[in-house]
């Protein structure tokens, strides 16, 4: 069978002496970190999210420094033997799973396919940074291939060759117009005087790939970074193992085999056959029967046409019960009086205590307290998969998407008209709709998705309390952020206040904005530059 896992970075002989303190191993795409401080691995991390390099090659060129070289490096911690002997007992004669909640690890997985960055990031109890297309452009190709998965699935398959033609297409329709696209931005967009060259430059960029990313297929690699406790790790490890995709569970191996450098002991049973593996049977197994009933009930009924945010659920009296939930820390009366007592009040009573709640907020980092964690909305969401990936990394909510598919159509930026790339944006579109509609025909059904262009849509729900809604939404609808999910955001907010019919509870999401914004990240830039001066006045 073909590996899939992404060739690792090269190293000279003096580099892999510098690096091997620092890394499980210097050979292979999956490591975990060890040694290193805890501010050192979160700056690393985030520096690794919007750059074109590899994990150990971004340490190198930046951080080694600052860590000392491999002579500096701290031996292992006294007593870890102990530590070891300790969990292994804990796990075994108690059963406290809640002991592998104490001890975490950092790991990068390189050069995973978008497909699976999704399974890796599934997971509420983790930490994630992904590899930006906002900020990397996609047009160096490592061992001369463009950069994405081949899965294994095609081992054998009369599809390959044209799974390969496509994706190379498609690649090479992205790179080629990079440059077109900068240029038709600057003429657009004119620099400011005030603008510096570096700020005016990043903007350009980013826009010009904002506007292109739906070119690339849902197979293209990428780096994660991941930060979680022990069994954050094994519940991960556990889906993984039980997965249809082969990169999937061939990844699962890999990280398992690293993770067990680092924290041994939270991981033991992932892959006993009477513990892991009968989860990971279990696992799939429901899945295997749920899509078998789906079939069975749904045959025959096609799908509905539906606006790109639909508010599905809601509770007409939360606004009222999180007013009360609002009271209740405040006073001596019981949950249930409190409500009838919220519902009583004027609707200008109401707004006051929400009012007095949420304070004054100066930045949107300011949030009020669990009150809004009294009601919930559900959305469901049919939008290109490129604004998914970004809206799927949110934790503190229940989401839940299905199959990417080319089956509901794609988007089309308008700037692609204006600077000419439209025929070549369609044709892109049509090739990705006919390999995946060829993999569906030949049975490679779990590895179609590889084969989609991001600009396809994909349908998926979010269901969260007002508390989270009020991060995502404030969050997400920053103008920096990208025209696809700045509008789905902008719309559950909408929604929310006039549907829902909770205006004080949108109201509190004075950070919600509405603005319409022509070069996203001019602002950001600029408030990056004055940072990088010293110049910022603000905290």
Known sequence: MTHVLFAADQFTPDEQRALAPWFTNTDRPIFALTNLPETVKGALFARYSRSAKSLRRLFLDEFLGEVGRAADAPQASVGSARAERLYTKVFAEYGDDSVAQLGGAHLACEGVSNVLTKVLEWGRLMAYLEQSTRYVPYTDRPHGRWKYVIPAELDGSPLREQYIDTLDRAFETYARWIEPMEAHFRRQYPRSPTDSDGVYRAAIRAKALDTLRGLLPAATRSNVGLFGTGQAYEALLLRMRAHALAEVRECADAMLAELRQVIPAFLTRVDQPDRGGRW???LADTQKRTEDITRHLLAGITSETQ???VLTDFDPDGETKVVAAALYAASDLPDSQLQHVASQLTAED????????????????HKPGRAFERTSYRFDVLTDYGAFRDLQRHRLLTLEWQPLTTRYGYTEPAALEDAGALADWRTAMGESAALEEAMRREGLTASA????????????YVEMNAREAMHLIELRTAPQGHPAYRRVCQTMHRLIADQAGHRAIAAAMVFADHSQ????RLQAERAAERKRKGSDPRP
């Open 350 to 365: 109401r707004a006051a205590v929400l009012g007095a709640y949420v304070g004054h907020r100066a930045n949107r980092r």
């Open 449 to 460: 998705p590889y084969a989609v262009s991001m600009a396809y849509r994909v349908r998926f």
């Open 280 to 282: 990971s049977e279990y």
């Open 517 to 520: 914004v022509e070069l996203e």
């Open 307 to 309: 606006e790109e945010v």
